[in-house]
C-alpha cells in the first residue's frame, strides 16, 4: 500500500488506528470538503459537466475494479472492455427479452460478470504475466464477438435501446439525479475496495502480488484469492457497464473497442500502480482527456485545421502521454501528488532528492 | 481448390508477420503489441514513396523498406531503449502506447480515406489462373514467395551470420552475451530494425494487393496469435502457427459464419493456451509459469 506522507508528531499506537480508513482530524476534514463540494456540485454546473462527472464516476468505478486486480492482486487483464461488454449486454438483452427492470437486470450482470471472471480467472492458474495479458485479451474478443453476434441474429444491427429506468417512483431521465445515482454506485465501489484491501483478502492478495511461493508457504490458497479476485473485480466491471449501458439508454459493440481496454489500463498506469487514489486520478484524467485536447485544438492557432480528425488527435496525444507516464513518471499522477504533499509538509525543509516512499 | 489457396495466402500473410513477433520477443523478450501499427506505418511510407517516385515501383519499395528500418531503430532508441529495467509489463504497456500513437499519426498525416499504391505506382495486379480453377493476384503471390524467401533468410542468418548468433546469444542469455562483449543495444536494436522491415513488407504487399486503411491494425493483431500458438521464441513454430490459424480461420468462415472472421485467431489461442501454454515448438522452461 502506498504510504500517505504525515506530518511528524503522528503516531499510531495500536491496529485499530493503523486499519482506520480516515486517520488525523486535517485528513477528516478535506474529506468533508471534498464530500460537500461533491454534493453541491450537481446544483452549479452545466448540463455538459454533469454528463463529464457522470462518465467520470463511470469510469471510476471501472478503474478501481481494474486496480483491485491489478495494482492489488498482481494479475494483469488485457480484458476489461469484454467485461464491461458482458455487463452492458446483459443489462441491454434482458431489457429487450424480458423488459426486466434496474434491479434484477443489475444484479443479473454482476452474476454474468462473476461468472466471466472465473472464466478469465482459470487461465491465470496456470499462466503469469504476459500469457495471462494475452489469455484476457482473448477473451474480449471473444465476448464483444457474441455480442456483436447476438446484435446481428436478432436484428438489432445499430445497437440495443434501452429505457432510462426508474429508482422507485423517480425515472432517472434526470442529468442531476444520474449524478446522484453514480456518486453513490462510485462511493460503494471505492467503499468495498478500500475494505477489501485492508481485510484479510486485501492482504492475501498483495502478499499474492509481491511473492506467490512466499504467500503459497504462508499458507495462502492462491488459487481461490487469484479466482477471488477475477471474480469480484469482474463482477464490478459487469456493474459498471450495465450502469454505462442505462446512462447511454444504448449498448453497441461498437463502444467496447480494445481501445477501451487500453484506456483503462492507462487509468490505472497514470494514476498510479496499486494506489485507490491513483484509480479515481487515472479514471478522471483519462476520461476528461479528449475533453482537453479538444478545447486545446481550438484555442491554439493552427491547429484548427486538424479539428475535422480529432479522434486521431486524440490517439496521437493518448498514446503519448502513455508513454510520457511509463517512462518518467512510473508512480503516475499519485507519485506527482504525494510529492507536493511532502513538498508541503517539509517545507521550509527539502526532501532528499530520489527518495520515493 | 479457391479454398486451398486462400488458406495457404493467409497463412503466407500471417508466417511473415507473426516472425517480427518472434523476432523481438526471441531477443528482447518485450512482446511488441504495436507490430501491427508498424506493419500499417510501414504500407503508409510506401503511399509515400509511391507520390515522389510515380513510375518506379523497385525505388519507391525499396526507398519505403529503407525508411521503416530507420523506424524500427527509432523506436528502439527512443521509446524501447529506455524501458530496459522497467517491468516487462512497463515495455509491453509502453509498445501499446506506441501502437495507439502511430494510429493517430498515421491518419493525421495519410487521412483516413482508403488509399491504393498499387494505383499510384501504376503496377496491375492481375489474377494468376493456377490449377483446377483456383486463382491467386499477382501480389499475394508475390507474397507467399516473399514468405518463403524470409524465412529461409532469417534462418540463414540466425545460423549463420555472425549478428545472427549475437542476437540468439542475447536472447539466451543477456548477461553473459554482455560479458563477452556483445553490444546489447546493438543486438536489440538490430532485432526491432528487422521486425520492422518485415512487418513493413509485409504491409506494403497487403496493401498492394487489397487497398490500405487504418484497419490493417486488425491484421497485424489476428498474426499474434500464430505467433504465440507456434511458440513465441520459434521461428518454425510461427510457420506452424500461420499455417494452423489461417485453416481454421478460412474454413470456419466459409462452412459456419462469416462474422467468426475476427475471432477465430484467438479462440485458437485461448485453445492453445490451455493445452501447452508455451506453444507448439516454444521452450517450456522460460515461460514465468506458477
Redesign the interface.
Known amino acids: 500500500m502506498s504510504r500517505v506522507p504525515r506530518a511528524s508528531g503522528y503516531f499510531r499506537i495500536d491496529y485499530r488506528q493503523d486499519f482506520a480508513l480516515v486517520q488525523t482530524a486535517r485528513e477528516r476534514i478535506a474529506l468533508a470538503v471534498f464530500a460537500a463540494a461533491l454534493l453541491v456540485f450537481p446544483f452549479l454546473a452545466s448540463p455538459f459537466g454533469l454528463d463529464l462527472a457522470c462518465q467520470v464516476f463511470l469510469a471510476c468505478i471501472g478503474a478501481l475494479s481494474l486496480m483491485l486486480l491489478t495494482g492489488y492482486a498482481g494479475q ?1 487483464s488485457l480484458g476489461h472492455a469484454g467485461l464491461l461488454a458482458a455487463g452492458a449486454f446483459t443489462a441491454g438483452i434482458l431489457f429487450r427479452e424480458t423488459g426486466a427492470p434496474f434491479w434484477i437486470t443489475l444484479p443479473s450482470a454482476a452474476f454474468v460478470g462473476a461468472l466471466l471472471g472465473v472464466v478469465f480467472g482459470l ?1 491465470s ?7 495471462l ?3 484476457t ?3 474480449h ?2 465476448v464483444v ?1 457474441l455480442g ?2 447476438y446484435e ?1 441474429k436478432r436484428g438489432f444491427s445499430t445497437g440495443i435501446v434501452i429505457d432510462p429506468p426508474s429508482l422507485g417512483p423517480v425515472a432517472l431521465t434526470d442529468g442531476r439525479a444520474w449524478y446522484f445515482v453514480l456518486l453513490a454506485a462510485a462511493a460503494a465501489t471505492l467503499l468495498v475496495c478500500l475494505n477489501l484491501a485492508r481485510s484479510r483478502t486485501g492482504r492475501a492478495w498483495q502478499a499474492i502480488r509481491a511473492h ?1 511461493t512466499v504467500a503459497e508457504a504462508l499458507g495462502i490458497s ?1 488459487a481461490g484469492y487469484k479466482l477471488l479476485a477475477f471474480v469480484i473485480s469482474s463482477a464490478i466491471t459487469a456493474v459498471a457497464g450495465a450502469l454505462f449501458a442505462y446512462y447511454r439508454g444504448f449498448v453497441s459493440v461498437e463502444a467496447f473497442s ?2 477501451l481496454t ?1 484506456q483503462y ?2 487509468m490505472v ?1 497514470i494514476g498510479g500502480m496499486g494506489s485507490w487514489l491513483g484509480a479515481l486520478l487515472g479514471a478522471a484524467f483519462v476520461t476528461l482527456f479528449p475533453y482537453w485536447i479538444e478545447a486545446a485544438l481550438f484555442a491554439l492557432p493552427g491547429a484548427r485545421r ?1 479539428a475535422g ?1 480529432l ?10 502521454v ?2 510520457l507516464f ?2 518518467f513518471e ?1 508512480l503516475g499522477l499519485t507519485g506527482i501528488w504525494r510529492r507536493i504533499q511532502n513538498y508541503v509538509l517539509l517545507w521550509p525543509f527539502r526532501q532528499r532528492h530520489g527518495s520515493r516512499q | 481448390m479457391q479454398l486451398a489457396v486462400n488458406i495457404v495466402v493467409l497463412a503466407a500473410i500471417y508466417a511473415l508477420i507473426a516472425c517480427g513477433y518472434v523476432l523481438v520477443y526471441r531477443v528482447s523478450r518485450v512482446l511488441n503489441l504495436a507490430h501491427g501499427e508498424l506493419m500499417m506505418l510501414g504500407a503508409y511510407l510506401l503511399v509515400a514513396t509511391a507520390s515522389l517516385f510515380s513510375g518506379h515501383p523497385l525505388i519507391a519499395g525499396a526507398a519505403a523498406l529503407a525508411l521503416s528500418l530507420l523506424v524500427g531503430v527509432l523506436v528502439y532508441v527512443l521509446l524501447m531503449q529506455r524501458m530496459t529495467g522497467e517491468m516487462v509489463l512497463a515495455a509491453v504497456l509502453a509498445t501499446v502506447a506506441l501502437g495507439i500513437l502511430l494510429r493517430g499519426v498515421v491518419v493525421l498525416v495519410w487521412s483516413a480515406q482508403q488509399q491504393y499504391p498499387a494505383q499510384r505506382l501504376a503496377v496491375a495486379n492481375p489474377p494468376i489462373e493456377l490449377f483446377a480453377g483456383a486463382r491467386i493476384s499477382t501480389f499475394a503471390a508475390v507474397l507467399v514467395v516473399t514468405t518463403g524467401v524470409v524465412y529461409a533468410a532469417l534462418f540463414a542468418f540466425l545460423r549463420f551470420g555472425r549478428w545472427g548468433v549475437r542476437m540468439r546469444a542475447a536472447g539466451q542469455n543477456p548477461l553473459l552475451a554482455a560479458q563477452r562483449g556483445i553490444n546489447l543495444h546493438a543486438v536489440y536494436a538490430l532485432a526491432w530494425s528487422l521486425s520492422t522491415l518485415i512487418g513493413s513488407l509485409a504491409g506494403m504487399l497487403i496493401a498492394l494487393d487489397s487497398g490500405l486503411t487504418s484497419t490493417m491494425v486488425t491484421i497485424g493483431l489476428k498474426a499474434f496469435p500464430a505467433a504465440l500458438v507456434g511458440g513465441l521464441d520459434s521461428f518454425a513454430g510461427a510457420l506452424a502457427g500461420a499455417a494452423i490459424v489461417a485453416t481454421a480461420e478460412v474454413l470456419l468462415i466459409h462452412y459456419v459464419d462469416p462474422l467468426l472472421a475476427d475471432v477465430v485467431p484467438f479462440l485458437v489461442l485461448i485453445a492453445m493456451l490451455v493445452v501447452r501454454p508455451w506453444g507448439l515448438f516454444g521452450t517450456p522452461e522460460e515461460l514465468d509459469r506458477v
Open positions: 494483469i487461465p492458474l496456470r499462466l503469469r504475466g504476459l500469457y495479458a494475452v489469455s485479451l482473448a477473451l474478443f471473444v464477438y456483436g453476434e446481428t506467490e492462491i480494445l481501445f487500453i489500463v492507462a498506469i486538424y480528425e479522434f486521431a488527435v486524440n490517439f496521437s496525444a493518448f498514446g503519448l502513455m508513454i511509463l517512462m512510473p
